[in-house]
């Protein structure tokens, strides 16, 4: 190890984003850097980020983790995307699924003859071009062939967990790979005077945890990033209004889905989780137009079963830090900023932090160039998941209540404005670079949300391809595929079933 070199990392605050983080740097870091992890058991997680998005595969694969044996442990089920329901208006529903719509049979994309038909009277679904929401919407799980001919290797997948689970057996892993974990609660973060760097955390009981570098993962406290170093936030309320959440689990009730579901209210929207074990419910509102008594009965009125824990709520402010690393400190998950949960991107930001952390890892030096270059891809990443999360309130029918009104007529980001005036052009998929929602998710959400185009691509028409009997066949073959699929409930019972609680 090169005498520069980082020999201690301490790892603050504990919950998803520290023990993800931990689990990380004990599989990445083996010459000698030593990891230490200080959390308190008397401070609560968030705890309610239970649904994911596809590329967490990627994370746990990195880390040599058996899918099967992750999703015991977390009572998992699998998700293959998001039902939105009266979003668009009320009594509209639509999918979000994973993975591309179709199966190309031309160079000019599937949604194209999808337009084109429509324009001649074809009311079908663009549901029914997507592999994941004919599957979802019909209750069947398998995983994806890995045979690029076949249409069953067109849609991807995430999953439903318990993230104080998930936490649990990162935690495990980390510590059987050599992190040290500190119990106590953080009274105060010692800073060197001359340069600002921390150089150490006291706890209130007088230990002192030193360290080369710091990963502030104390959630919204930010107590590092913000309390010692005031790296500033940016703050996103006016183009994402809701500001509170109730959260409570029910007991398991109505259908096995293997998806999430997001169901507008008055001022707000409900999610709908199911795992093994339980189903995850929540109520994320804007406190302008609803009271938090009204927020949270309006969600026990909507649960499938029994509530099993009185509702918890929860305060946020929708936006991100203005520095996500300064110094000898990076903030990773909530320290970092907050979105809410619409499209499950909380534990995606805290997985890709990591790995552009791992990519830019520093010495004792601490780079300038690598610090911006952190801050300045993180930047982008979380403007870009603001945009197509303000895409879903924006673009919207409702004239029933105060916030759907807010939301159609609010000032959005020219960013935004560039993508939905391309797309109801003539459907083109335009972006200005590198983000995580790709072409078939804006696809998805655009079309779900009545954005629909004056007028397919003029390419379609120079084509001179028989196009009518292909598009035929692709939805015939996706539903083919799709029933030939297992139901979810017996594909998890027979792969990755978990034991009951408490076993």
Known sequence: MNERSI?????????TAGWMTAAALANMLRAGCRVTLVESEAIGTVGVGEATIPPLKLFNAQLGIDENDFMRAVQGSF???????????????YMHPFGQFGADFDTVPVHQYWLKARSEGDETPLDEYSLASVAAYRGRFQRPSRDPRLVQSTFDYAYHLDAGLYARFLRDYAETR???RVEGRIAEVLQDGEQGLITGVRLDDGRQVDADFFVDCTGFRGLLIEGALQAGYEDWTHWLPCDRAVAVPCSSGGEFTPYTRSTAHEAGWQWRIPLQHRTGNGHVYCSRFIDDDTAAETLLNNLDGKALADPLFLQFNAGRRKTFWKHNCVAIGLAAGFMEPLESTSIHLIHSSINRLLALFPDRDLDPLAIGEFNRITAE???????????????????????????????????LQYKIDHFRRSGRLVSTGPELFQNANWLAVQVGQLNLPERYDPIVDQRGIDWRPRLDSLRRVIGEAANAMPTHGKYVRKNCRAEPPGH
């Open 7 to 15: 020999r201690h990392v301490a790892v603050v605050g504990g919950g």
């Open 79 to 93: 998700k293959l995307g998001i039902e939105f329901v009266d979003w668009a208006r009320k009594g509209h529903r």
């Open 178 to 180: 050599g992190v040290d």
């Open 381 to 415: 990443e979380y403007e870009r998941v603001r945009d197509f999360l303000i895409l879903h309130y924006h673009v919207n029918q409702r004239t029933d209540a105060e916030l759907w009104r807010y939301c159609a007529n609010m000032q959005i980001p020219d960013t």
